[in-house]
């Protein structure tokens, strides 16, 4: 008889571990029975900024593999709205409610892929029967949001609470569809995945673009006329709003496995092995936004809920079911984003976490340009860099600036994955021409301002 993968969750992790397991697992094999509340199957999360301003005309744009190309290209059985509601780990079954039709139905398990993503951070202000306040986590959330915003009355004015990355981009998804927008954020900056002297960069740039930006400030309920929501409550007083969009960070979807006695680690994510299996429970794997994984610098385990790592730890977990052998072996915390035209890049830790970690470090900033200065489109660009000292080693980067900074990044994520150090890094042999670089590029500009840094210190 046939082996059965049932998998909870039918998006980054859950699908590219099906798509793995049936490669090297025909049906007869294994039976894949894929649970998926929603209405989408393989969608990009990441592409819905860019859908809510209007730069990617719809959601169809977003999926790269609809339900029924798993159904007839891959052999395997999508369940659409379907929420899986229970596990039972002795029975080996799962509990699914059909969300359209009523009913529930049980699948009987061998192996369980548990890969349920995230659910973003709500505070009990936004639990509230309010229309207008919408959380951004799947496409379902994007296409309510863009339904509120082409209904009548359009709304003219956004809040947007918190500002990470998300955030940030959904900030800019609204000022381009033209809304005036106040982005509001408990923390003294805006864009707290870098330090504050790079943040502060990325905040000037957003009011540059006309966004209101409010430190220091918590939302703390909302107000509303005929059940729509008309603004949000500080204690600097009420912002005027119709739309109100949360950023304020996601926390992993893990209620279902923890009901079912499956380990949490230190960061609330379900704790997993480098092959994703959960430790102490033979046929169970978990992947993507609902894990935590390792810090390859700090040495701690981490919670970084990021697409990237999820289709990696994915299709390690479909390799692994299927009888390969593959690893995850952590992450470096590389992540790139920009606002407008403003690139912004990261990787390895940063000032606090250094600290945190108890490295000895010295941090410098280098200012340059993307092209050589006389030619045209030359625009600034800030590196940071952190280093080990006295050892030199690249411990963590950031980099601010227009066309061409964010992917820089991953030059320095190279470099900081093989544990280069600053010295290392200066005779790096990186491709120069005036339209792509200076002829000394700004990665090299910040090693040779380390490698100065470390040197003082020591004299
Ligand atoms: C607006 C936005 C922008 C982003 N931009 C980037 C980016 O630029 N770069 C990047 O690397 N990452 C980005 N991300 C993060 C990225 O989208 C996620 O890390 C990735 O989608 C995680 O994949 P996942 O499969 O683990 O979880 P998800 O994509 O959240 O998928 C989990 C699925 O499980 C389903 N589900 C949950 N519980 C159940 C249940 N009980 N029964 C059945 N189904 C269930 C959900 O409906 C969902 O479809 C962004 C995310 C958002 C929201």
Redesign the pocket.
């Known amino acids: 008889m046939a082996q059965r993968l049932i998998v ?7 699908m590219s571990a099906a798509s793995q397991a049936r490669r090297r697992r025909n049906r007869d094999d294994l039976e894949i029975v894929v ?4 209405h ?1 199957t393989s969608y ?3 592409g ?2 860019y859908w809510i301003s209007g730069l990617v005309p719809g959601p169809e744009h977003l999926i790269a593999r609809a339900p029924e190309t798993f159904r007839t290209k891959f052999d395997i059985d999508v369940r659409m709205r ?4 229970a596990i039972d780990l002795e029975r080996r079954e799962v509990v ?1 409610r059909d969300l359209d039709n009523g009913g529930e139905v049980s699948e009987r398990f061998d192996e369980l892929m548990y ?4 659910t973003p951070t709500k505070p009990s202000w936004a639990q509230v029967d309010v229309a207008g306040v919408f959380g ?3 496409l379902d959330d994007g296409a309510a949001l863009r339904d509120w915003l082409d209904a009548e009355p359009q709304p003219r004015r956004a809040v947007v609470v918190g500002g990470g ?2 955030g940030v ?2 900030a800019e998804a609204m000022i381009q569809r033209g809304l005036s927008v106040t982005l509001v954020e408990q923390a003294a900056q805006p864009m707290s995945t870098v330090d504050e002297d790079m943040a502060e960069l990325v905040a000037d740039a957003m009011r540059g673009l006309g966004i209101t930006i409010r430190t220091g400030l918590a939302v703390t309920g909302l107000d509303q006329r005929d059940g729509r929501v008309s603004a949000v409550v500080t204690a600097e007083g009420p912002i005027p709003t119709d739309v109100v969009v949360l950023g304020l960070g996601v926390r992993p ?1 893990v209620g ?1 496995a923890e009901a079912a006695g499956l380990p949490l680690g230190p960061t609330g994510a379900i704790r997993v092995d480098r092959r994703m299996r959960v430790p102490g429970f033979p046929g169970v794997w978990a ?4 894990v935590e994984t390792l810090h390859r610098v700090s040495g701690m385990p981490v919670y970084v ?6 289709n990696k730890q ?1 299709r390690v977990a479909g390799v692994n079911i299927g009888g390969g052998y593959a690893t995850f072996t952590g992450v470096i915390g590389t ?3 920009k606002v407008c035209e403003l690139e912004v890049g990261r990787t390895g830790l940063r000032e606090r976490d250094a600290s945190a970690a108890g490295f000895d470090f010295v941090s410098v900033i280098a200012e340059s340009t993307n092209r050589a200065g006389y030619y045209p489109g030359a625009r600034p660009m800030t590196v940071k860099l952190i280093a080990e000292r006295p050892s030199g080693r690249l411990l963590g980067a950031q980099i601010v600036g227009w066309s061409e900074a964010a992917k820089r990044i991953d030059t320095l994520a190279v470099a900081l994955w093989n544990g280069m150090t600053v010295d290392d890094m200066t005779a790096l042999d990186l491709g120069y021409a005036p339209p792509y670089a200076p002829v000394w590029d700004p990665v090299l500009i910040a090693a040779r301002k380390a490698v100065d840094a470390l040197a003082a210190l020591d004299r």
């Open positions: 909870i969750g039918g998006d980054a992790a859950g649970f998926e509340r929603g989408f990009s999360a990441c819905i900024p379907h929420e899986v509601t699914a890969a349920t993503g995230a951004m986590q799947t990355y998300i981009e959904m979807n279902l992947a993507g936004d609902c809920p990021l697409g990237t790592h999820a994915g992540a790139v984003t």
